[in-house]
């Protein structure tokens, strides 16, 4: 997959997460469920929540995509790319992209959002290598950001427990000097015929039949809780053997995983079927709750800003969702 002259380098990292917290405690007020249900289901013990009236997807993305260029030394106006990976954009149109490319001065660098739900942050590291790869860019800059707390029914247990909001972002330039640097072997993958599990309806025509009894609102996300818990357990541990087998990679040879934050059982089954060591397989959910699309991102930058991860380090990303949605990345950094 590289045979470009070519390599690709992560020169800079950054995220974001709000100000305010949403503990269990704070759900036990409004919801009928309790801090030990939601920590032995989930793993989750708080979660950002942004607050509405000041700050959303847009500033999240923005703030993680800046503190990434400050991280590289990178000028805005030296991006030609720009991809926002996310679900709870606040507009159709403009992209979040183009708004936050204007904001930091990266114009005129092209811009666009990318929606794989809780793959996109590695769905956008994907198309960045290969583009880049390709000799069309040389700097692009990938964001994952959700605010899913905007897309969720606060008055349903479910899900609302699960998720927080966050964004992380990565500088991806090319490397003239590393062919061998980058992305070395990539998987996307999605099978549509299973949307209904993971989904949010615009429109009441837009809920099926078996659904059609769900009291959450319209516009806010609906999950089939034991379709997608059987989902990503396979996916996780498939994608991962996928990886290490096409890679030749073994578990010694990997200096991190860095796995979407789903569920602290669906990481603890993978990483027991696998072998994974503690040490290897970052995990903050405790603490962000699933963000969606930014939760890959900013697993990466705590990794990254505590230098656990240095060059020539051989990395493996992972990330499921809706779709339903699958995604793998191998990087040597």
Avoid at 77 to 86: C, H, K, Q, T, W
Avoid at 126 to 150: E, F, P, Q, W, Y
Wanted: aromatic share 6%; charged share 25%; hydrophobic share 40%.
């Amino acid at each position: 997959m590289s045979s470009a002259a070519f390599g690709v380098k992560i020169v800079g990292a950054g995220s974001a997460v709000p100000d305010r917290v949403l503990t269990n405690a704070d759900l036990e007020k409004i919801l009928d469920t309790s801090n030990d249900w939601i920590v032995q289901r989930t793993g989750i013990h708080e979660r950002r929540v942004v607050d509405q009236n000041i700050e959303g997807t847009f500033t999240l993305a923005r703030d993680a995509l800046r503190r990434a260029l400050d991280d590289a030394k990178v000028q805005p106006s030296e991006l030609d790319l720009v991809i926002n990976a996310s679900v709870t954009a606040e507009m159709r149109c403009p992209s979040n992209a183009c708004r936050i490319a204007s904001d930091l001065g990266a114009v005129p660098a092209g811009a666009f959002d990318l929606v794989a739900a809780c793959s996109g942050f590695v769905y956008a590291l994907n198309v960045a290598d290969s583009l880049i790869r390709s000799g069309r860019h040389r700097t692009v800059g990938v964001i994952g950001c959700d605010a899913m707390s905007t897309a969720v029914d606060y008055e349903d247990r479910s899900v609302s427990i699960l998720f927080g909001d966050a964004a992380g972002s990565v500088i991806l330039q090319r490397d003239d000097e590393r062919p061998g640097a980058g992305c070395i072997y990539q998987t996307m993958n999605a099978d549509g015929s299973t949307w209904e599990s993971l989904y949010m309806p615009e429109r009441g025509h837009e809920i099926p039949e078996w659904d059609s009894a769900n009291p959450i609102k319209i516009g806010c996300l609906r999950m089939n809780g034991r379709e997608v818990y059987r989902f990503a357990v396979t996916k996780f541990r498939e994608v991962i053997e996928d990886a290490l087998t096409k890679t030749g990679l073994t578990v010694d040879d990997v200096s991190q995983f860095v796995c979407h934050q789903s569920n602290i059982r669906i990481i603890n089954a993978a990483m027991e079927k696998l072998g994974l060591p503690e040490e290897k397989v970052h995990i903050n959910i405790d603490r962000f709750g699933n963000s969606s699309a930014g939760s890959v991102g900013l697993c990466f930058d705590q990794l990254w800003q505590a230098d656990k991860i240095r060059p020539g380090d051989a990395v493996v990303f992972v990330a499921f969702g809706g779709g339903l949605t699958w995604a793998s990345s191998v990087w040597r950094v």
